[in-house]
């Protein structure tokens, strides 16, 4: 259990015991004292102790371990480790071109106003499908890859930039006339994962 979890559980635990006093003892509500004690107890503590909690679940959905919790994405997880710098996950990962804890969550990310909330949204339709609907035999994403995403992290940067290929066809990457996927397209081959060499260097 993290600092952060203690935290959070104490947090719970003393509003909980907050609340059972007012409730086990409502005499202690007749004086000014004991009506903010009551105050607190049945809704400064509750709000704060949701919010906290909230906020530490919401960070904590952004983790690549969280992603790769459910068993359906252990593929796409192994992935990220194999051994070709063309495949782009593992090249990313391995490179430390992202943050390894938040791989899954970087670039499947929308960079936009409401991106982040979106992807929140989509996360509890992935939960809904794993408790309660029929998960696909093939992973695919809602919408094509954008190059936005792409672009959020890549341009400016001197390896994109000064790459000719890509000074040839500025414009049409800028405007997504031109998907990086259409060159970048080795992407998680979960099929063939037997048959490729794992990198089983440190991750942490």
Avoid at 10 to 37: F, N, Q, S, W, Y
Wanted: proline residues 3%.
């Amino acid at each position: 259990m993290t600092l952060l979890d203690a935290g959070i559980v104490a947090l719970a635990l003393t509003t909980i015991a907050l609340i059972l006093l007012v409730v086990l003892r409502p005499g202690l509500t007749a004086e000014r004292g004991g009506k903010m004690l009551a105050f607190i107890a049945l809704f400064i503590s509750p709000v704060a102790a949701t919010w906290v909690g909230t906020t530490s679940h919401i960070e904590h959905s952004k983790t690549t371990s969280f992603c790769l919790s459910c068993h359906e994405m252990t593929p796409y997880g192994r992935s990220l480790r194999i051994a070709d710098g063309d495949y782009l996950p593992a090249g990313h990962f391995q490179n430390n071109r992202l943050r390894r804890e938040e791989a899954c969550y970087t670039c499947h990310t929308t960079y936009t106003m409401f991106g982040g909330v979106r992807a929140k949204m989509q996360g509890m339709q992935h939960v809904f499908v794993h408790y309660l609907g029929t998960i696909p035999e093939k992973i695919e994403l809602y919408n094509p890859y954008s190059n936005r995403e792409c672009l959020h992290c890549h341009e400016g940067a001197r390896s994109f930039e000064d790459l000719e290929d890509h000074a040839d066809i500025r414009e049409e990457i800028a405007s997504g006339d031109t998907s990086c996927i259409e060159c970048h397209d080795v992407v998680h081959d979960v099929e063939n994962l037997g048959e490729l060499e794992m990198w089983e260097g440190r991750t942490e």
